[in-house]
């Protein structure tokens, strides 16, 4: 999946398209979309808040904040070497563990998953008590934090984000 940033990148699709020629990868579909926070946590149940709400809230305002592009691949090994393609795209292009330009499935589970929500429609998913991505719910302090109010916080750090990048985000004290 080019997630928005590097649907958006020319830079990141040549080094894609370079980068599956040399693992021997082809497309064998293509969908744009345009991810909905539910499509987010439908894809990736951890980000559906669990113990770490911020954050979870700030990638879904990530994945929406424009088109990502879905791509099966074929070749011999698919799986191996969509892991290796993700890394070399990542090594270049990350900006941080948020915004990293690309996602391929890390196990067999999640490539099913991804692969019925983004081409074959909600209806194909697996159970979605994945047992390797449960987390623990909030705890202490952050248990007492509303869910209005975790959104309220994340939405303004994604507009902060958007706003002046990163180093907009974090205001560092003097020392």
């Avoid at 990736?44 to 954050?55: E, K, L, R, Y």
């Avoid at 090994?77 to 990293?100: G, L, M, Q, W, Y």
């Avoid at 499935?105 to 998953?113: F, G």
Wanted: contains cysteine; charged residues 20%.
């Amino acid at each position: 999946l080019l997630k928005p940033d590097g649907a958006a990148s020319g830079a990141v699709r040549a080094a894609l398209e370079a980068a599956l020629a040399r693992h021997g990868l082809s497309v064998v579909a293509r969908r744009v979309l345009r991810l909905s926070p539910e499509d987010v946590v439908a894809i990736w149940p951890m980000f559906g808040g669990g113990a770490h709400p911020v954050m979870s809230a700030l990638y879904r305002h990530y994945m929406t904040s424009g088109p990502s592009e879905a791509l099966l691949l074929g070749g011999e090994d698919a799986p191996t070497r969509c892991t290796a393609v993700k890394s070399e795209i990542r090594s270049i292009f990350e900006i941080c563990a948020i915004e990293n330009a690309i996602h391929a499935p890390a196990d067999a589970q999640e490539r099913t998953a991804n692969r019925a929500w983004l081409f074959g429609g909600a209806t194909a998913l697996p159970d979605r008590s994945w047992p390797d991505w449960t987390k623990r719910g909030r705890s202490g302090a952050a248990l007492a934090i509303p869910d209005a109010e975790i959104e309220r916080i994340a939405a303004a750090i994604w507009a902060d984000r958007v706003a002046g990048g990163w180093a907009g985000v974090f205001r560092y004290l003097p020392d």
